[in-house]
């Protein structure tokens, strides 16, 4: 893959945003083919760094690798994970506290495949696990020091009866609460085992939400339940078309494509905490693919709808992120991102501790392929690599120069730092842009039209600095930069 020392991303309206050249995610790393690789995942630990976690396949045999990046996107190391038996075929992850994972799925031996679940550090070794007739799945952080999760009890135990069950766990493990699936939704809902699935856990402000899946030989569709203090069905909703689902508070948004059966219009249903529906969000578009997930994510002041567009002949052209304003439901922002010529296909691995999107891509040309990864901030613009990404910008509400004013928007990445920096404006601007100490020494300054502004910092003493921006129009802002 090649790397470019400036990447130009074109924008209509109001954003010009582009890249110079940059190690975040440096992309002759953790390189994959991608035919090789059955699970590939990835998050943010809490102290800032990242990892990914690929499935990969070989003649006779599987096995699990992770990749972990320092915060400025440096790949710190990359080894295979240690499990206790082998030939792993994991189907779901999710990030833990205190710099851990979650891995969920099978493992084999010599008797057979088992199911298996476990929480693994950050060097990738296993804390605690679950596994053969009681596992662990759909991990979810409820708060500081729980998580909530579900509990697969293949077999009757001394502990559980064969079922599901919603279970609390301690960070380190223990189960400490505990209540069957078909008990908890009681005669709201009727619970069939073999025919019905939990396949989410949401939760927010140790509110609990479930999306079940109902399906039986004639049909299916899925039902979603919110969950009281005391574990009982409270509220359920029926959500046949849905796709996506996000938590905000004690709201609900769901997303979909509603429409024909090939294309849709992409839609967000906003629930109130008592279920009450009204439209949040609409697209009528004709290109959007009707039965692909188009994934929902949410962070402080947007939710970020992940839509994707193709031909007549359904053949995918397109895929972009919609930025949604919470508050007025508006369209604020499109991007839209090219990875080189070939085709590909991306998606939100998780939303970064600063509320940008960790994101992954794939390239196929040819029948190959390998796994990239790239980094935004909270407004979808790129940190790195050889990606194009085409901003526009809608609704803003106010004129360009009241913009420049009240609506100043910095990024400083990477951040801590300990070679470059770079200061990322909203838009190109004639600005100033100084680096000085806390006693206000000035060590250095860029005084340009531009949209992005770089600092060495590699000489500079360990500790913290300020940046202090000053755009044409009068606008101030000061960040704060830590070298390391």
């Not at 035919?35 to 499935?55: H, L, M, N, P």
């Not at 508006?330 to 590909?344: A, H, I």
């Not at 600063?354 to 901030?377: P, Q, R």
């Amino acid at each position: 893959m090649k790397r470019f020392g400036i990447i130009l991303c074109l924008a209509a309206f109001s954003t010009l945003c582009f890249s110079q050249k940059s190690t975040f995610f440096e992309p002759s790393r953790l390189k994959h083919d991608a035919w090789k690789t059955f699970f590939e995942w990835g998050g943010q630990f809490s102290d800032g760094r990242y990892y990914v976690i690929a499935g990969m396949h070989e003649t006779t045999f599987d096995f699990l690798k992770i990749g972990v990046y320092d915060n400025g996107g440096l790949l710190d190391f990359e080894k295979t994970l240690n499990l206790p038996i082998g030939n792993p075929e994991f189907s779901e992850a999710s990030s833990g506290l205190e710099n851990t994972f979650f891995l969920g799925g099978t493992i084999e031996n010599g008797q057979g495949v088992f199911g298996f679940s476990g929480l693994f550090d950050d060097s990738g070794k296993l804390i605690w696990g679950f596994n053969d007739s009681l596992v662990i799945s759909h991990l979810t952080t409820l708060n500081s020091s729980e998580y909530i999760a579900l509990l697969s009890a293949t077999k009757n135990t001394s502990n559980y009866t064969k079922g599901l069950f919603l279970v609390k766990v301690s960070s380190n493990g223990i189960i400490t609460k505990s209540k069957k699936i078909s008990d908890l939704i009681g005669d709201s809902l009727f619970f069939d085992e073999e025919y019905n699935q939990v396949k989410n856990i949401l939760s927010s402000q140790e509110q609990l939400y479930l999306k079940i899946k109902i399906q039986n030989p004639i049909k299916e569709h899925f039902v979603l339940v919110k969950i009281d203090s005391n574990w009982q069905a409270t509220n359920l909703k029926k959500i046949n078309n849905w796709t996506d689902i996000v938590v905000d508070s004690n709201l609900v948004f769901l997303a979909s494509n509603k429409g024909s059966e090939k294309f849709g219009k992409a839609t967000i249903v906003k629930l109130d905490s008592q279920f009450n529906e009204s439209e949040f969000y609409s697209q009528n578009d004709l290109k959007i693919l009707a039965n692909f997930n188009h994934q929902l994510h949410n962070n402080d002041n947007h939710l970020i709808f992940h839509k994707i567009e193709s031909d007549s002949g359904l053949k995918k052209t397109n895929e972009s992120l919609l930025f949604i304003d919470k508050k007025s439901s508006q369209l604020m922002r499109e991007c839209t991102y090219k990875f080189e010529d070939s085709d590909y296909f991306m998606g939100i691995l998780d939303i970064t501790n600063d509320m940008g999107m960790f994101i992954y891509h794939i390239y196929m040309s040819d029948w190959a392929g390998e796994f990239n990864l790239m980094k935004t901030d909270s407004l979808g613009l790129v940190y790195n690599t050889d990606v194009i990404c085409d901003c526009k910008d809608y609704n803003t509400g106010i004129g360009e120069q009241e913009a420049a004013t009240e609506n100043v928007h910095v990024t400083v990445f990477p951040n801590p730092a300990s070679e470059k920096v770079v200061v990322q404006l909203r838009n190109p601007t004639q600005a100033k842009v100084e680096l000085q100490s806390l006693n206000g020494q000035l060590i250095q300054s860029h005084e340009e039209y531009s949209q992005r502004f770089m600092f060495e910092v590699d000489d500079l003493p360990k500790g913290i600095y300020l940046l202090r921006i000053q755009s044409e129009s009068g606008a101030r802002v000061t960040r704060k930069l830590v070298v390391q």
